[in-house]
């Protein structure tokens, strides 16, 4: 097998009415999110600082700060570690209430953490990844060849999850019934319109994925088990009951790889290793947190 080293020259493009269909698509899912939020959803994070705290301290700083250790452990090809910074810096994924809920975790934590993550990852999702790659000298001097505009990033993930948050949020609290009736049908359809976006970004390049799945899969794997080990630490040590400690673990270890792909596409080129591993993860983290929630949902 030849090196890794060329995932750092792959490009898996997009054409423009397909990242247009993408960005759309994201903006749907994040849509069918909302309907399950409410206002009064912020208002208990209010009421229980301890959870929120460590929720957002685990989810913003500690991952990025144990992604950059476990890059500069593993030393990946310098695409695949920015694909790495990437997922690391997105907010919770779109399917970790419905982990939280499978696992008898504090759904409402995880609905109002989901919540705010997702509006926080206007600002702190381009300023996260900026950060921590320009820590790691291959990652820093790929952005700068990139030239990667931060105002762009902002611009773009409040528009295709801030403003669909919020509309969610209005529709949930105006139109109930319509509400619930809708997200019966967006949330298993998100997961259908995620594994379009994989099929349709590696149509081009399936040789090349297979020729590379079993590295990726490790690097995926190996950081992933971080992301959960993460928030499960984090909540202990927090000395938090264990329906938190069960969703700490969980929304640190789901990531919205969607927003990631988006970024990718529409950033970067659809930059081969960014891709891949982004893409490898949004498939890994459903299977890791369907066993995560499956081997907890009978301890009480």
């Not at 975790?105 to 109002?112: D, E, I």
């Not at 970004?201 to 899969?217: H, R, T, V």
Request: aromatic share 12%; with cysteine; glycine share 8%.
């Amino acid at each position: 097998m030849n090196s890794p080293e060329i995932l750092d020259a792959i490009r898996l493009n997009f054409s423009p009415k397909d990242l247009l269909a993408l960005n759309l698509a994201l903006a749907l899912i994040m849509y069918g999110v909302a309907l399950d939020l409410r206002f009064e959803d912020f208002k208990y994070l209010l009421k229980n600082p301890k959870p929120f705290f460590l929720g957002v301290l685990s989810q913003f700083l500690l991952l990025p700060f144990m992604t950059w250790l476990l890059i500069l452990a593993i030393q990946p090809p310098p695409s695949v570690a920015l694909g790495m910074f990437l997922v690391a810096a997105c907010p919770g994924g779109n399917v970790s209430n419905f982990l939280s809920s499978l696992a008898k975790g504090n759904t409402a934590l995880s609905v109002s953490l989901t919540g705010f993550s997702t509006l926080a990852s206007i600002l702190i999702t381009p300023l996260n990844f900026s950060l921590w790659a320009g820590f790691y000298k291959p990652t820093s001097t790929l952005l700068k060849a990139i030239s990667l505009d931060v105002t762009d990033v902002f611009i773009t993930i409040s528009l295709i999850l801030g403003l669909p948050l919020v509309l969610g949020i209005l529709t949930r609290s105006y139109f109930p019934e319509f509400a619930r009736k809708a997200e019966k049908i967006l949330k298993p359809l998100s997961i259908v319109i995620f594994g379009a976006f994989i099929v349709l970004a590696f149509a081009g390049n399936f040789e090349i994925f297979l020729q590379y799945i079993s590295i990726i899969f490790l690097w995926v794997f190996a950081h992933n088990l971080l992301a959960l080990t993460t928030g499960f630490f984090t909540a202990k040590l927090g000395k938090l009951p264990l329906p938190d400690v069960k969703t700490l673990t969980i929304e640190t270890g789901i990531q919205n790889s969607g927003l990631g792909l988006v970024l990718i596409f529409t950033y970067f080129e659809g930059l081969g290793g960014m891709a891949i591993i982004t893409a490898l993860w949004g498939i890994w983290h459903l299977i890791s947190g369907m066993l995560v929630a499956s081997l907890w949902k009978s301890r009480k």
